[in-house]
């Protein structure tokens, strides 16, 4: 079963600084029926205005990903990391038994535009950790390069959860077949462009929400950019 979700139907919030899009319930968005996704908790589509972000606020449990898409992404945390996020990295949290942390926009007069993913571990307590990688563009053309994983597999950043993150890139005639165990659930979500999974048409900010299915099939894409989740049930 393959279920479209619409960019326009997800969850907005406008804090002036930050402009926000939630696929799923989170801080004043609340909707029953989107409380996650298997084990996919948030997928937060933001826009941080030029020096503003998020200050510093801890977290506990969770795996958390960061993928920017433009403009570049100033991190600090508790362990001691202090990094810059440009679009290309992959950048991976494990916040465990406790872990704070600051995520700015320190560039003058340009937006910083990224993607916030929250993952349920399967692990808890663990020691807080921090993984950071970078996938040229020529690894993700014409398709989907692992990026995360519970096991860091074809270098990816290492996931304490029983997810895995893939990312594209496509346009035109280029195809990719992804085999899905139809006991787990899968994720496509379209950053931008249009493209077809399974012969569905989504435009930028759309889902495919896929259960009992074997294959994931993406295709005829216009400037398409788009990750896929494969996800504990």
């Known amino acids: 079963m393959l279920t479209i979700r619409k960019s326009q139907d997800r ?7 930050l402009r926000s899009y939630h696929s799923f319930s989170f ?3 609340y909707d029953p029926l989107h409380m996650g996704f298997g084990n996919l908790r948030v997928i937060n589509e933001d826009r941080i205005a030029p020096g ?10 969770m795996e958390i990903i960061s993928y920017v898409l433009s403009g570049e992404l100033a991190h600090k945390d508790s362990m001691g990391n202090v990094k810059g996020i440009p679009p290309g990295d992959v950048q991976r949290m494990s916040a465990g038994s406790g872990v704070v942390h600051s995520e700015f926009n320190h560039a003058a007069g340009q937006t910083t535009h990224f993607l916030q993913i929250w993952i349920e571990p399967n692990v808890s307590g663990i020691e807080p950790s921090y993984e950071q990688k ?8 014409g398709t989907l390069r692992l990026v995360a994983s519970p096991d860091s597999a074809q270098g990816s950043v290492r996931l304490h959860a029983d997810a895995a993150m893939y990312a594209g890139l496509f346009d035109g ?4 077949d ?13 950053v931008r462009g249009t493209l077809e999974a399974n012969g569905q048409a989504l435009k930028g900010g759309d889902a495919a929400l896929l259960e009992n299915e074997s294959l994931l099939r993406l295709g005829n894409a216009k400037d398409a950019e788009v990750l896929v989740f494969d996800l504990a049930a």
């Open 52 to 61: 503003t972000g998020f200050g510093a606020h801890g977290h506990r449990d």
């Open 173 to 176: 005639a280029e195809t990719v």
């Open 134 to 141: 970078r996938f040229p563009e020529a690894e993700k053309r």
């Open 178 to 190: 992804l085999a899905l165990d139809p006991a787990r659930k899968a994720y496509v979500h379209l």
């Open 27 to 29: 801080a004043g968005y």
């Open 11 to 17: 969850g907005h919030a406008d804090h002036g600084w």
